[in-house]
């Protein structure tokens, strides 16, 4: 079965610092690998895809991250934090079908 | 209206009560979810639907009854729930029959409150 690991229920970055946020999945095959982030009182919106293209994947908002295939890991980094990107933030993964698999989430805060 | 709607976005409800969540989405997708999320929890995906078909129904209690009319518009009927069942219930479409590489599309959620 699939699992999401999300390092870290709460990651703090001041204003103008880089943002890193982890994801490490269990997957016996190739996944397709998605980071969402959703604001307070929304739906969960699509940062950026894995799909076996690039291994480094670039979203919105300046965000991006790398698939490590011998990590099991697809990291989301930002150079430098906004106000604006505090959030939760989701990582998920699928193998194929219609199954999609969740972390636990991220609080994102950011400090001025 | 655009993307993904849900209504209502707030309901409390007594345990006797019965209540639809109502979703529609304006993307042309072929595929709709149900999900629910709760504090400190994965999304729990509920329900798939393809084509009006449903495709999954991951062990979830019977109080819970999903509804598809057609492509655009996907329903939750609730019965008889328990303060347990108290989440935010996202409904999500995608693209393609629910491949998995095109990215799933979210509603605002409906805050569910059961007392």
């Known amino acids: 079965a699939q699992s999401v690991t999300q390092l870290g229920s709460h990651v703090s970055v001041s204003e103008g610092a880089l943002v890193l946020l982890r994801c490490n999945y269990s997957?016996?095959?190739?996944?397709?690998l998605f980071w969402y982030v959703q604001y307070p009182n929304q739906g969960l919106q699509l940062l950026l895809k894995?799909?076996?293209?690039?291994?480094l994947v670039k979203g919105i908002n300046g965000f991006e991250a790398e698939f490590k295939k011998s990590e099991t890991s697809f990291h989301l980094t930002k150079p430098s934090a906004h106000m604006s990107d505090a959030a939760e933030y989701f990582c998920?993964?699928?193998?194929?079908?219609?199954?999609?698999?969740f972390g636990t989430g991220t609080s994102l805060t950011v400090i001025p | 209206e655009t993307g993904v709607t849900q209504t209502p976005r707030h309901l409390v409800m007594g345990m006797t009560n019965k209540k639809s969540l109502k979703c529609e989405q304006h993307?042309?997708?072929?595929?709709m979810y149900w999900y629910k999320q709760s504090a400190k929890k994965p999304l729990e995906l509920m329900f798939v639907?393809?084509?009006?078909?449903?495709?999954e129904n991951n062990s979830v209690p019977s109080r819970f009854s999903p509804e598809c009319p057609n492509s655009s518009h996907l329903f939750l009927h609730l019965h008889t729930l328990q303060p347990e069942d108290s989440a935010l219930y996202l409904c999500a479409s995608s693209q393609g029959g629910g491949d998995s590489y095109n990215e799933q599309f979210f509603g605002p959620g409906t805050r569910l409150t059961v007392l």
């Open positions: 998920a993964v699928s193998e194929g079908g219609n199954q999609f698999y």
């Open positions: 894995y799909t076996s293209a690039a291994t």
């Open positions: 997957s016996s095959v190739p996944p397709y």
């Open positions: 639907y393809n084509f009006k078909e449903q495709t």
């Open positions: 993307l042309g997708h072929n595929a």
